[in-house]
């Protein structure tokens, strides 16, 4: 048994930490820090040790360490990826740069501001947990008054990240809330015609250059890019059937 | 136990959301090299116009700058134009495919099918360059 009570040999991994503090640690810089990595040691893991054994004052956020809360989102060798289980010896490095999630505002080290991501999730309605549409029939035990139903999105900004054009591009709807928009859509949560409205202009489903990026590095399978341009898609058919129907 | 090892500053990482494909997938490097191939072209019809200005000049301004043009590093770069434009054009040809919602879940296929295309009539295109 290794020192972190598991089994399996450990080596050394050098985590370069992006630390950032406003007035404290500002321009931002890289600290360095030395752990023993076994092979089942995520970079939450990592995190966590430097923050009780080494530096008390890093920042990051997590909450469920098992993919799905969404909230331990951050670079790892310069990909996106969920902290908690992204393991250190898989990036195949002795030495692993972790850095923040990019196209949000940085508060502090590997700390993001969340507040752009929501308000441009909101306006779809879809929020992470909402009412079912599937089973309107079934029968509820006793004392349950409506089903719930889990949507795949974690919300964990990482789409958002990696996507070049929200990066340079603060107004872009995005990835997760377009992907949440044509939910609204197919579901019928929302009137096709106020989801059109949402995302057909300048920032909205037309403002995706088809990187696809968000697909690749979605730790949830959403799919973000597909469902932008799928999207897209009912959008073009929606206007052409419009047109002719004024004709 | 976690040991503090060194401290260093670091710049600026705005550009590297735009161009740089490591650590990326198919998708990203096509929009990277749709960007490199559209800065470029735009430049090329920028110095295009300059070097179609020389007809001003008369025949002998004219003749110089073809007899220029036969040079073999001019011919390289008429090449790299070509490379560009393939890209670019083929490239284009994916945006507008998966982008009306066809072959999403098929589109590194796409991409790199359409650069096995980019590549053969490049081929053919830098033997006619260099030998007709």
Known sequence: MNQHGRFGPTRPITLKILRYKPGFIDPPRYDTFQVQADPLMTVLDALEEIKATADSTLLYRHSCHHASCGTCGMKVNGREQLACVARLVDEGTDEVVVEPLGSAPLVADLVVDMTPFALHMAPSGMALVRDSEFMPEAERPAGVERYTRYEDCIECNICLSACPVANTNPGFIGPAGLAAAYRALVTGERPAAEVFAYVDHDDGVWRCHSAMECSAVCPSDVQPGHKIMALRRELVAYKVKRFFKRG | ?132
């Open chain 2, 1 to 132: 136990m976690a040991v503090p090892i060194q401290q260093k500053s670091t710049g600026a990482r705005a550009l590297q959301a735009w161009f740089n494909p490591l650590k990326r997938s198919a998708g990203f490097l096509a929009f990277v090299l749709m960007r490199v191939t559209g800065i470029g072209l735009v430049i090329y019809l920028l110095l295009h116009m300059v070097v179609i200005g020389n007809l001003l000049r008369g025949p002998e301004g004219w003749d110089a700058l073809v007899a220029t043009m036969k040079s073999p590093a001019v011919l390289v770069l008429d090449v790299i134009l070509i490379a560009g434009i393939l890209i670019h054009m083929l490239n284009g040809i994916r945006v507008t495919i998966i982008g009306l919602g066809f072959g999403t879940s098929s589109h590194k296929g796409i991409f790199w099918t359409l650069m096995a295309v980019a590549a053969l009539l490049l081929a053919y295109s830098g033997w006619l360059v260099f030998t007709k």
